[in-house]
């Protein structure tokens, strides 16, 4: 006698998969920004490691039931997603995150668009969104803006800055890593 398929529940099945797409939209805002926090990256980090034994769950049970799936590859995209977080984390944040760079560059306009507005507001202001990104606060100095976008390592802040003119030298708390014309990458170290 053969093993019978499992019983599943398509509403099971259908909340699962349900799950993964909130999740994976949800974590396209955290990779692409300019950095990753300590806390977000381990929310990131932990809800894709239960999402994927989750399914790692289904798909041994579909197996020992004598079900083929093609669906181990589709799991693959856990252990990445959880790799790329990482990765980002680690690297202090890199500018080179293609997610970032098509981010920043469907939203260069909108940054563009408060850099050459006349500053009416304080030094330092908190605007929100700016294109697709969430601006916790603006640093004008001089024709120079920083837009800090989100907290980044431990206690670091990363973000973007428009600074017109030559090349700005190295700060000792700042580093800025060119994303084209006058735009730069921002880590500010704290």
Same mark, same amino acid.
């Given at each position: 006698?053969?093993?019978?398929?499992?019983?599943?529940?398509?509403?099971?099945?259908?909340?699962? !998969?349900?799950?993964? =797409? #909130?999740?994976?939209?949800?974590?396209?805002? *955290?990779?692409?920004?300019? /950095?990753? %926090?300590?806390?977000? %990256?381990? +929310?990131?980090?932990?809800?894709?490691?239960?999402?994927?034994?989750?399914?790692?769950? +289904?798909?041994?049970?579909?197996?020992?039931?004598?079900?083929?799936?093609?669906?181990?590859?589709?799991?693959?995209?856990?252990?990445?997603?959880?790799?790329? @977080?990482?990765?980002?984390?680690?690297?202090?944040?890199? *500018?080179?995150?293609?997610?970032?760079?098509?981010? &920043?560059?469907?939203?260069?306009? =909108?940054?563009?668009? #408060? @850099?050459?507005?006349?500053? +009416?507001? *304080?030094?330092?202001?908190?605007?929100?969104? #700016? /294109?697709?990104?969430? +601006?916790?606060?603006?640093?004008?100095?001089?024709?120079? #803006?920083?837009? @800090?976008?989100?907290?980044? /390592? !431990?206690?670091?802040?990363?973000?973007?800055?428009?600074?017109? %003119?030559? =090349? *700005?030298?190295?700060?000792?708390?700042?580093?800025?890593?060119?994303?084209?014309?006058?735009?730069?990458?921002?880590?500010?170290? &704290?």
């Amino acid at each position: 006698m053969g093993r019978s398929p499992p019983v599943r529940s398509p509403l099971q099945r259908r909340g699962l !998969v349900l799950a993964t =797409a #909130v999740w994976g939209a949800f974590l396209l805002e *955290p990779i692409s920004d300019a /950095g990753i %926090g300590f806390p977000m %990256g381990l +929310v990131a980090l932990l809800g894709t490691a239960v999402l994927g034994a989750a399914w790692l769950g +289904v798909l041994a049970a579909e197996r020992a039931s004598g079900m083929r799936s093609w669906r181990w590859l589709a799991w693959l995209i856990f252990p990445l997603a959880g790799i790329a @977080v990482a990765i980002i984390f680690i690297t202090t944040q890199s *500018p080179m995150n293609p997610l970032f760079r098509l981010r &920043f560059l469907l939203s260069r306009s =909108a940054l563009h668009g #408060v @850099v050459i507005t006349p500053s +009416v507001r *304080p030094v330092s202001s908190l605007p929100g969104w #700016v /294109g697709l990104f969430r +601006v916790q606060r603006v640093d004008r100095f001089g024709d120079d #803006v920083h837009f @800090v976008t989100v907290s980044c /390592g !431990v206690i670091d802040e990363c973000g973007i800055a428009h600074i017109p %003119g030559p =090349a *700005p030298r190295r700060l000792s708390k700042t580093r800025l890593t060119p994303l084209g014309g006058a735009w730069y990458h921002l880590y500010s170290v &704290f």
